[in-house]
Every structure is written in structure tokens, then in C-alpha cells.
T-cell receptor, first 117, second 114 residues
Framework: KAGVTQTPRYLIKTRGQQVTLSCSPI?????VSWYQQTPGQGLQFLFE???????NKGNFPGRFSGRQFSNSRSEMNVSTLELGDSALYLC????????????????FGPGTRLTVL | GESVGLHLPTLSVQEGDNSIINCAYS??????FIWYKQESGKGPQFIID?????DKRQGQRVTVLLNKTVKHLSLQIAATQPGDSAVYFC?????????????FGQGTRLTINP
């Protein structure tokens, strides 16, 4: 079974630009979560999507947005990039149903390394 | 790699020794706790989890202990191997409104000395 894939793996942008990152979850998984990893703040939750709807959101400014498609693939967008947005952006997928337990294991992709100059 | 400049607690152990990595969590409402391993250039990889109503859970060469009184979590790795060198994160799972999110700890860099 293929794992979570993220594209591109590396990206360099300049301040003020916008960027779109893509995540393909494990086949059959309907939930996709995004995390930002930086040296200063560690791993922080951005948002979670399930069946094309945002179910949960972290404490990030409105410049960070996302969406999910009917095939469960997800994209996140960062507009008006700032230097502090340089980070590793991780996507995680899970079954997301929360039907039989309150926890579904999340499987992480390799991440997209974004550098803002 | 992505960990350059990251001020992590570090732990160095000799190959073959046991390692204990500690973590403090903050939210009493967390229902699951998970340990992840992250190697350079890769995303976090699931190691083991424990439900909040348990005190101990064992896996292959790993044991997780949960002390809810002091909100403390530990990961014990038996007979460490070179491949265990990585950054280890604890995470608490928060569930609400049909959704879940992970809140990660700072991480500990484990180095295995030959």
C-alpha cells in the first residue's frame, strides 16, 4: 500500500509570493491533516480536512488555507509569504471516521521543505 | 536536515544499552498519547501509542509509561541499535467535534554511540 505522498519535496519562494502544496493520502483514508515544523516552534497543527470539509483548525493566520478534493487529496496554500513561513510542511492521513474509537492513527508523509527568501 | 538549529534535549547512549526518553504533556483531556520517531529528511513515524486509561503498554523493544498524576509520558527503548538514532516526539491526541488533532512535544534527539 502506497504511503502518503507530498509534492513538491522542496520549494524556494520569495517574500510576498504565494505557494500551494499538495498531499495525496493513503488509499481509503478520508482525513488529511497539515502540520508546520520549524526549529523554533516544533510541530504545530494547521488544520484537518475530512470529506472535503475543514473539521479542525489550529492557531495560524488566515494566510494559511487549505482544501480537500472528492478523491481526498488535499492542498494547502500560503499567501503573502513571510520569512517566518520557512518550514517543513507535513501532511498526515488517517481513516478519519472516529466511529469506533476516538483516535485514528495518523500516517505522515515526507513533507515539503519551503524556504522563503 | 530540518533539525539544524533546533534546540532539542539530547540523549546519548551506548549501543546495546536501554534508553529512556521523557515527555511532559499539558492537557488532561487528551485521550491518547503517541510516540513518533523522525529521521533526517523524513516525516514522523509512529512507534507506539497508549490510551489515557492505561499506565503501560509494550511493543517490540519499546515500552511506553503514562503517569497521569504528574502528566508525564516516557518511552523506553531496549537494547538500542544504530538505527534508533533519530528525534523522538511525544504527542497528545485531542478529540472534539468529530475531529482530532495532535499536539506535539518539543522532541528529544537520541544518539547511539558505537
Amino acid at each position: 500500500k502506497a504511503g502518503v505522498t507530498q509534492t513538491p519535496r522542496y520549494l524556494i519562494k520569495t517574500r510576498g509570493q504565494q505557494v500551494t502544496l499538495s498531499c495525496s493520502p493513503i488509499s481509503g483514508h478520508r482525513s488529511v491533516s497539515w502540520y508546520q515544523q520549524t526549529p523554533g516552534q516544533g510541530l504545530q497543527f494547521l488544520f484537518e480536512y475530512f470529506s472535503e470539509t475543514q473539521r479542525n483548525k489550529g492557531n495560524f493566520p488566515g494566510r494559511f488555507s487549505g482544501r480537500q478534493f472528492s478523491n481526498s487529496r488535499s492542498e494547502m496554500n500560503v499567501s503573502t509569504l513571510e520569512l517566518g513561513d520557512s518550514a517543513l510542511y507535513l501532511c498526515a492521513s488517517s481513516s478519519g471516521t472516529l466511529a469506533t474509537s476516538s483516535y485514528n492513527e495518523q500516517f505522515f508523509g515526507p513533507g515539503t521543505r519551503l524556504t522563503v527568501l | 536536515g530540518e533539525s539544524v538549529g533546533l534546540h532539542l534535549p539530547t540523549l546519548s547512549v551506548q549501543e546495546g544499552d536501554n534508553s529512556i526518553i521523557n515527555c511532559a504533556y499539558s492537557n488532561s483531556a487528551s485521550d491518547y498519547f503517541i510516540w513518533y520517531k523522525q529521521e533526517s529528511g523524513k516525516g514522523p513515524q509512529f512507534i507506539i501509542d497508549i490510551r489515557s486509561n492505561m499506565d503501560k503498554r509494550q511493543g517490540q523493544r519499546v515500552t511506553v509509561l503514562l503517569n497521569k498524576t504528574v502528566k508525564h509520558l516516557s518511552l523506553q527503548i531496549a537494547a538500542t541499535q544504530p538505527g534508533d538514532s533519530a528525534v523522538y516526539f511525544c504527542a497528545e491526541n485531542l478529540t472534539g467535534g468529530g475531529a482530532q488533532k495532535l499536539v506535539f512535544g518539543q522532541g528529544t534527539r537520541l544518539t547511539i554511540n558505537p
